[in-house]
């Protein structure tokens, strides 16, 4: 099983973070630049530039392929999307000078759209029934409607930072983006890729999770119950050794609820709080 992930760049980084969080540490070798082992022995890595992975799954130089969705609908390969890694989150929009005429997607109609996303842009137009003149650039999309390049753009936006220094404004959202776990069509049903995507959404099941544990009062029980926002019941233990009339309670909560649910929680008598962080959760 060989799994595709961005050589560089912003989605880079998050997706070693991402296998490292998923057990799947990849390991250091001399020709890591383009393919590494990792210690499954059975699964390994490609590194490749987010705009070819969808070509590379699809071909099957790889059966898996970590990229942004923009990413493979500008292929127009048919792969499955598994999972949203919630990293990479974007939209491309259809953007033109802000004291423009261009107002509402039609004005584009008799125009022409710069972007890197031909694809994107001529599906997007032509299911629109608008007839505009689509002109593929390389990068630095936002300036070509100041060197009478193009009257529109499509082109990625997160912060707005960009488009508002090129005194642009957003027209329409063409796609919402983030990046995804795919995989080629045929493979979907392989054990191994069930297991990588479960390693992979346990962790980000596990984003923003705090473990809790504390002794409580046996007969406060019900109101320590009471305060807690966990998901499903919380685990009740005697404590061994301890003192009959304490148990142990342990909790997974969200980790924005800790600070109110900890003084919650004194107050109803529990003791020993302790706050520990999740690596995975399978749920
Ligand atoms: N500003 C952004 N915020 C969030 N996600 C983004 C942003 N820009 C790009 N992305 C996502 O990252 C993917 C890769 O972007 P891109 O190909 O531009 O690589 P990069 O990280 O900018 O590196 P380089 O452009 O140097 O190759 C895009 O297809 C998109 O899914
Ligand atoms: O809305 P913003 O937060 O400003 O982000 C949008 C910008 O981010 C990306 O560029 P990137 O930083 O990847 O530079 P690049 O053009 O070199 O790829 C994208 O191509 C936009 O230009
Ligand atoms: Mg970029």
């Given at each position: 099983m060989r799994i595709a992930v961005p050589n560089k760049g912003r989605l880079h980084?998050?997706?070693?973070?991402?296998?490292?969080?998923?057990?799947?540490?990849?390991?250091?070798?001399?020709?890591?630049q383009l393919y590494a082992d990792t210690v499954d022995p059975d699964v390994s890595v490609l590194f490749a530039r987010a705009a070819?992975?969808?070509?590379?799954?699809?071909?099957?130089?790889?059966?898996?392929?970590?990229?942004?969705?923009?990413?493979?609908?500008?292929?127009?390969?048919?792969?499955?999307?598994?999972?949203?890694?919630?990293?990479?989150?974007?939209?491309?929009v259809l953007a033109a000078p802000e004291d423009g005429d261009i107002t509402e997607p039609g004005d584009v109609a008799g125009r022409t759209v710069a972007t890197e996303f031909p694809r994107i842009t001529r599906d997007y137009l032509a299911e629109r029934g608008i007839d505009a003149e689509v002109?593929?650039?390389?990068?630095?999309t936002e300036?070509?409607?100041?060197?009478?390049?193009?009257?529109?753009?499509?082109?990625?936006?997160?912060?707005?930072?960009?488009?508002?220094?090129?005194?642009?404004?957003?027209?329409?959202?063409?796609?919402?983006?983030?990046?995804?776990?795919?995989?080629?069509?045929?493979?979907?049903?392989?054990?191994?890729?069930?297991?990588?995507?479960?390693?992979?959404?346990?962790?980000?099941?596990?984003?923003?999770?705090?473990?809790?544990?504390?002794?409580?009062?046996?007969?406060r029980l019900e109101d320590v119950k009471d305060v807690i926002p966990g998901m499903g019941g919380p685990t009740v233990m005697d404590v061994a050794d301890g003192e009959e009339d304490h148990v142990a309670v342990h909790v997974v909560v969200d980790?924005?609820?800790?600070?109110?649910?900890?003084?919650?929680?004194?107050?109803?008598g529990a003791s020993d709080i302790l706050v520990t962080e999740i690596e995975r959760l399978v749920e």
């Amino acid at each position: 099983m060989r799994i595709a992930v961005p050589n560089k760049g912003r989605l880079h980084e998050p997706t070693m973070d991402l296998l490292e969080r998923a057990g799947l540490h990849v390991e250091e070798t001399a020709d890591r630049q383009l393919y590494a082992d990792t210690v499954d022995p059975d699964v390994s890595v490609l590194f490749a530039r987010a705009a070819d992975i969808p070509e590379y799954v699809a071909d099957g130089a790889a059966d898996l392929g970590v990229t942004g969705l923009d990413q493979a609908r500008e292929s127009g390969q048919d792969l499955a999307d598994l999972l949203d890694l919630g990293f990479g989150r974007c939209r491309l929009v259809l953007a033109a000078p802000e004291d423009g005429d261009i107002t509402e997607p039609g004005d584009v109609a008799g125009r022409t759209v710069a972007t890197e996303f031909p694809r994107i842009t001529r599906d997007y137009l032509a299911e629109r029934g608008i007839d505009a003149e689509v002109v593929e650039v390389t990068g630095a999309t936002e300036l070509t409607p100041h060197v009478e390049m193009a009257d529109a753009i499509v082109d990625i936006t997160s912060t707005g930072t960009t488009l508002q220094v090129n005194r642009l404004a957003v027209v329409d959202e063409v796609l919402a983006s983030s990046v995804r776990l795919f995989a080629r069509p045929d493979v979907v049903d392989d054990p191994k890729v069930g297991e990588v995507e479960t390693a992979f959404s346990s962790v980000i099941a596990a984003d923003g999770k705090r473990y809790l544990m504390m002794n409580a009062p046996s007969d406060r029980l019900e109101d320590v119950k009471d305060v807690i926002p966990g998901m499903g019941g919380p685990t009740v233990m005697d404590v061994a050794d301890g003192e009959e009339d304490h148990v142990a309670v342990h909790v997974v909560v969200d980790e924005r609820d800790v600070f109110g649910v900890i003084s919650d929680l004194k107050s109803v008598g529990a003791s020993d709080i302790l706050v520990t962080e999740i690596e995975r959760l399978v749920e």
